[in-house]
């Protein structure tokens, strides 16, 4: 059926970079809000950021001015650039798809992401 494939999690340094990818059929991609959350230990589920079939971005107040969430049609996928990565960024990643057409929803299975020296 449908289906969310990421990518690009790890262990980074502090105030390192990473990019998370997660890519989606293009019939479901195509007409979905796109967003990306996050899951620590023992904490609930909060999202992180997301973009509008058309761009139009927004993000946690924790977030901002660090990671850039972005999409690319020709390849039904999008991305979480992730700067300036912190400790407490770390967690299990979850791309997210909201067709507009639908009140369906679709979860990736998670990306651990993992910020320590």
């Known amino acids: 059926q449908v289906q969310l494939v990421e990518s690009g999690g790890g262990l980074v340094q502090p105030g390192g970079s990473l990019r998370l990818s997660c890519a989606a059929s293009?019939?479901?991609?195509?007409?979905?809000?796109m967003g990306w959350y996050r899951q620590a230990p023992g904490k609930e589920r909060e999202l992180v950021a997301v973009i509008s079939v058309g761009g139009s971005t927004n993000y946690a107040d924790s977030v901002k001015g660090r990671f850039t969430i972005s999409r690319d049609y020709p390849k039904n996928t999008v991305y979480l650039q992730m700067n300036s990565l912190r400790a407490d960024d770390t967690a299990v990643y979850y791309c997210n798809a909201r067709p507009t057409t639908s009140s369906l929803q679709y979860w990736g299975q998670g990306t651990q992401v993992t910020v320590s020296s």
């Open positions: 293009r019939t479901v991609f195509s007409i979905s809000v």
